[in-house]
């Protein structure tokens, strides 16, 4: 079965400084979907990014990007300069390749942006 | 683009009735739908998955026969919960894989239900 695991139930950092959520996943596919998704205090989930497991190239969006270590299963996500409106739940989620697949989704990160 | 309109936002009850909750695809074509619940402070729940046409596939645990899914158009999927209680109070989201400028998912905004 797959699962996704974010070890890092809260995490806090300064306004304009750089934060790292991590993000380990465990499947034996080999083609596979991996997503950054943000819930703000408003419940809305807001996808941050995506990556595609047959690209090497880490997916970036903005100020947010990924370090995606495939053989080590891992899939991190780094905020850079930090905002205030960064403050959410953040979810790491996981699907195989198929338009009907379901997500599995971690447990979440709390992130704070402190001022 | 791939929107996905829930309703209602937020829905008050009384113990023992039913309550509607809609998807709507406004955009494109939803031939799936997930519906989730969550508890406050907690990662998303997958209830069900519902296509189009077809019978709702049903996550262990979860009563089919108390959350009633349909899927009876493209466009709108359905989740009825029946002979609600106070331990149904929950935030319920429905969400749609699409494929646009890759693939991904999107999400109804929720609704929170209170059961009284």
């Known amino acids: 079965a797959q699962t996704v695991t974010q070890s890092q139930p809260e995490m806090s950092v300064q306004e304009a400084e750089t934060v790292t959520l991590s993000c380990t996943y465990d499947t034996s596919e080999n083609n596979y979907y991996l997503f950054w998704y943000k819930q703000p205090p408003s419940r809305q989930m807001i996808l941050v990014i995506r990556?595609?497991?047959?690209?090497?190239q880490n997916a970036t969006e903005n100020r947010f990007s990924v370090n995606f270590q495939k053989a080590a299963k891992s899939f991190s996500l780094k905020i850079s300069d930090s905002q205030l409106g960064d403050t959410a739940m953040y979810f790491c989620?996981?699907?195989?390749?198929?338009?009907?697949?379901?997500?599995?989704f971690g447990k979440g990160t709390k992130l704070t942006v402190n001022p | 683009g791939a929107v996905v309109s829930q309703h209602p936002s937020w829905v008050i009850c009384k113990s023992g009735t039913s309550v509607k909750i809609e998807c709507r695809s406004l955009?494109?074509?939803?031939?799936?739908m997930f519906w989730y619940r969550q508890f406050p402070k907690q990662s998303l729940m997958l209830m069900a998955t519902?296509?189009?046409?077809?019978?709702?596939?049903?996550e262990q645990g979860v009563e089919k026969d108390k959350f009633l899914i349909n899927h009876a158009s493209l466009t709108l999927s359905t989740l009825t919960v029946t002979s609600a209680h106070p331990e149904d109070s929950s935030f319920y989201i429905c969400?749609?894989?699409?494929?646009?400028?890759?693939?991904?998912?999107?999400f109804g905004s929720g609704t929170r239900l209170t059961v009284v």
């Open positions: 989620a996981f699907t195989t390749q198929g338009g009907s697949e379901k997500l599995v």
């Open positions: 955009d494109f074509q939803a031939t799936t």
């Open positions: 519902s296509n189009e046409g077809s019978k709702a596939t049903y």
């Open positions: 990556q595609e497991a047959y690209k090497q």
């Open positions: 969400s749609a894989p699409y494929a646009l400028l890759g693939y991904g998912y999107t």
